[in-house]
Nanobody, 119 residues
Framework: QAQLVESGGGLVQAGGSLRLSCSAS????????MAWFRQTPGKEREFVAA????????DYADSVKGRFTISRDNAKNTLYLQMNSLKPEDTAVYYC????????????WGQGTQVTVSS
């Protein structure tokens, strides 16, 4: 069964760092583009960052550029999001997602991990 499982969320003070991980099951990672999204109550889920299978291309939301870094370890079927200089507005549930490289819509989603940044 296709599955994405996030981990690494928690409570951190503003200015601190966290690293999120997403472990992917077979059929959800190889040759897939991976991404992180986030959502706060009452708001739509928003794009955070994405990375292609070869890691040759990455993309970031303007709000996280220069602070967050997306990476992947294809040998371990794991996606990462290194978050530095965290701000209270980064507080959200973070989701990882994947899609085949030739598909535009993300089709696999994790259950989410809570990140809370205190001021």
């Amino acid at each position: 069964q296709a599955q994405l499982v996030e981990s690494g969320g928690g409570l951190v003070q503003a200015g601190g760092s966290l690293r999120l991980s997403c472990s992917a099951s077979r059929g959800t990672f190889t040759d897939f583009t991976m991404a992180w999204f986030r959502q706060t109550p009452g708001k739509e889920r928003e794009f955070v960052a994405a990375i292609t299978w070869s890691a040759g291309s990455t993309d970031y939301a303007d709000s996280v550029k220069g602070r967050f870094t997306i990476s992947r370890d294809n040998a371990k079927n794991t996606l990462y999001l290194q978050m530095n200089s965290l701000k209270p507005e980064d507080t959200a549930v973070y989701y990882c997602a994947s899609r085949p490289s030739f598909v535009r819509k993300y089709i696999y989603w994790g259950q989410g991990t809570q990140v809370t940044v205190s001021s």
